[in-house]
């Protein structure tokens, strides 16, 4: 008991900490105001390094909402990401940002959104941002902690991370979880570039003496905060126009933005048969120590409370010049909104149980679910507040009808506030023995208008209010994977009816011509002795041209893999990525939109990335120099992925160590 209560009393002791930040700007600055993942609207939680290798240790992990499908925890091996602290680098396929970690960013290749309901439309910070459902929860016998710390170009840019779980006596865990992201450079990066962003998440997991009933109670809070340049003003791409970044001109001089999601989520599970003891001497075994294929029934409820408060303003910068139509008062503008949301689910659902679970993850089978969702919206803008009440129905199956067969199914439908509104997906998977396996993926979904999209208001006055239809949209993907040649090839098309987007003056606008996106893609990694090449090539098209996306995105590494001095696990290397020219969405931070232009081309630009990783048990070091590109190219280019928002020259490079340890 004295070490649970010393425990939690840390863990609230961090929460306290974090409030104690003062609510100014980065640094305190002051305020005065695989190919074919579907983006869900937050942070993939399960990122593609984990199907590299695995290296388990009896540790597992799960989120709240699907206890029963487990990933052993994986994360002290060397591998293509160990060396990747931007997260718009460590997905399957590169987002680009507004050249620093941790600001805002979008896919380059083109992935559907998953929508369901009211949305309030900011989706630049979704690799950053964690909700109640992208928190896991951990099985597991010994108390670890899992620590990252990355030093980037100053000792003010950095990113901190530790992850903490351990079991308290019979049937209760706990875990805390904290990132830092801060970017505050004062002469590496451009004016007006810094950022910090932090999020605190908590999670507790009580299981019942008799294995039938488990409950998981999640907190997390996530504060980003940022000064905003608006890109650089000068229509140039060379360094001859500026000694030091820092210098260089930009649009905005003193806008400041900053973003909070909060949230609080209690999810229970009670399984409504009986059989078999449960064993609660520790977290690693079933909620009942149940038959192999046995039947299993349980009801589940989840309430959840999420806070979100967004606010820019900016009292400086010639407001007639930049935010033109935009400017409704003479002594700034400003944008706010606060947002509130109640959610309650109940569900039924059954599968066949696994078995004791000895040293392997859980992963039932024969999942079926249905759920009915309420959802109350409370949307407080500068001039008027408002609310909504929204019931989905929704479901969920997977099954196996042959042997080599897998099949997925889910479904959503509204019934209140946004009715009408519903998605149909499907996910095939064919395994073809020892020629590999063949997925097909279909999306079919109708989604209504994002609040931004519908209504804008700055400075207390309306700058648009849309009566838009609402968007249909279809994907249908199919991939093939041979393991024997370390291959897969495939392709993926895209129709979107209703197609809404931000135009050349950041204004939302909706398309009555069908968007057509089609897409090919070829994944090929070659080894030869301990030289590896590892190589991702895209193609896409896009119908019609509101929708700007390179026609080839490209990443190749390079690498040696092999052990130094007998003991030290190594990877050194390059790697190098880039995407045709073409004319890349601007970022309009006042309204959080990445929107067209026409005026600056993103020219085809090779960005090469010199790296090494270390690893010594469960230690792991690296060190990289990003864009060796610009010390080689006679022009000495800057790197463009967003138009205006090139990548600071001399914030290249990084040192890193990451470090496991188990209790």
Known sequence: ???????????????????????????????????????????????????????????????????????????TLINSYTHQHDPVRQQEWDYMHLGISGSAAQPIVYQPLLRRGFDLGWHQYDLYVKKADDIPF?????????????????????????????????????SISYERNSQRATTRLFSQQALRNTTLALNFWFKGQNGRYNAYLTIVNNKLERQENGGLVNDTLTLGNFTTPAVAPVFLDAARSRYQHQEVQFTQYFQLNRFGKADTSALDSLPLEAVPGKQIFQVAHSISYQNIFSRYNDGVTNL??????????????????????????????TFKSQGPLVGRARKEAGL?????????????????????????????????????????????????????????????????????????RATNQLYS?????????????????????????????ASLQIDRFQIEVGGAYHLINNLLYFDTIGYAR???????????????????????????????????????????????????????????????????????????????????????????????????????????????????????????????????QTSYYPMPPSSGFRLGIKWFFAD
Do not use: C
Request: proline share 3%.
């Open 368 to 440: 079926l679910e249905l759920a009915l969702v309420h959802a109350y919206h409370r949307i407080n803008l500068e001039t008027r507040d408002s609310s909504l009440n929204e019931v989905f129905a929704t479901g969920k199956w997977d099954l196996q009808p042959l042997p080599a067969v897998d099949l997925q199914l889910n479904a959503k439908l509204g019934l209140l506030g946004n009715i009408g509104d519903y998605q149909a997906s499907g996910e095939i998977n064919f395994k073809l023995g020892k020629l590999g396996q063949l997925t097909g």
């Open 1 to 75: 008991m004295l070490r649970l209560l010393v425990s939690l009393a840390l863990l609230f002791g961090f929460n306290f900490l974090l409030a104690q930040f003062p609510t100014q700007g980065p640094g305190g600055f002051g305020n005065p105001g695989g190919f074919g993942s579907q983006r869900s609207g937050q942070l993939q939680l399960d990122t593609i390094q984990e199907d590299i290798k695995r290296d388990t240790f009896g540790v597992y992990r799960f989120l709240a909402k699907n206890p029963f499908h487990e990933r052993a925890f994986s994360d």
């Open 138 to 174: 951990y099985r597991h016998e010994t108390a670890f902690t899992n620590m990252e710390y990355n030093q980037l170009s100053e000792q003010n840019n950095s990113v901190f991370k530790i992850l903490f779980s351990r079991n308290y006596g019979k049937g209760f865990n706990s």
């Open 449 to 477: 208008p994002t609040l931004v999209q519908r209504e804008f208001i700055a400075t207390q006055q309306r700058i648009w209010n849309n009566d838009f239809k609402k968007t249909l949209e279809t994907n249908l993907e």
């Open 510 to 640: 909706q398309t009555g011509k069908p968007v057509g996106i089609l897409q090919l893609f070829a994944k090929k990694n070659f080894v030869f002795w301990r030289i590896h090449l590892d190589n991702q090539v895209i193609l896409q098209n896009a119908s019609e041209d509101v929708v700007r996306l390179p026609k080839v995105f490209g990443k190749h590494s390079l690498y040696f893999e092999g052990r130094l001095f007998r003991v030290l696990s190594s990877r050194i290397g390059v790697d190098v990525r880039y995407q045709t020219s073409y004319y890349a969405d601007y970022y309009r931070p006042l309204t959080g939109q990445f929107e067209l232009q026409d005026k600056r081309l993103v020219n085809f630009y090779p960005a090469a990335d010199v790296f090494g990783s270390f690893q010594v048990t469960k230690f792991r070091a690296y060190f990289k120099m990003e864009n060796i590109t610009r010390y080689i190219d006679p022009e000495n280019k800057l790197f463009y």
């Open 320 to 349: 007639t010049t930049y935010y033109k139509k935009f400017n409704t008062d003479l002594r700034g503008i400003r944008n706010y909104v606060g947002y509130q949301k109640i959610e309650n689910q109940f569900r039924l659902l």
